[in-house]
């Protein structure tokens, strides 16, 4: 019934920029967390940037200063602005929302699906 769309990976090269974005759709009547996390290969998934349910920003340090993470509300959706790009943020980027839906008086956590950024010369 609810899912998410994510879209923008691809393979840049290091100091180059990339704009992910991950859309929601369904019966959703609000959305208090966006966020989004990294898995690279022999690492655990990592937050990268979030909404909290307070509208509060919070980043993982190594992306700090170099990762912007922005939203528009009224179409559900998610963005992570990337810049100045490294060969270590090479992972496969998940976007995550707690989603109640229509009709439900509870927020619970959807996936996206994963799109892969590699940065690489």
């Known amino acids: 019934q609810v899912q998410l769309v994510e879209s923008g990976g691809g393979l840049v090269q290091p100091g180059g920029s990339l704009r992910l974005s991950c859309a929601a759709s369904?019966?959703?009547?609000?959305?208090?967390?966006m966020a989004w996390y990294r898995q690279a290969p022999g690492k655990q998934r990592e937050l990268v940037a979030a909404?909290?349910?307070?509208?509060?920003?919070n980043y993982a340090d190594s992306v700090k200063g170099r990762f912007t993470i922005t939203r528009d509300s009224a179409k559900n959706t998610v963005y992570l602005q990337m810049n100045s790009l490294k060969p270590e943020d090479t992972a496969v980027y998940y976007c995550?929302?707690?989603?109640?839906?229509?009709?439900?008086?509870?927020?619970?956590?959807?996936w996206g699906q994963g799109t892969q950024v590699t940065v690489s010369s």
């Open positions: 995550n929302m707690a989603i109640r839906r229509l009709g439900v008086s509870y927020h619970v956590n959807y």
């Open positions: 369904g019966s959703i009547f609000s959305i208090n967390v």
């Open positions: 909404f909290t349910s307070g509208g509060l920003t």
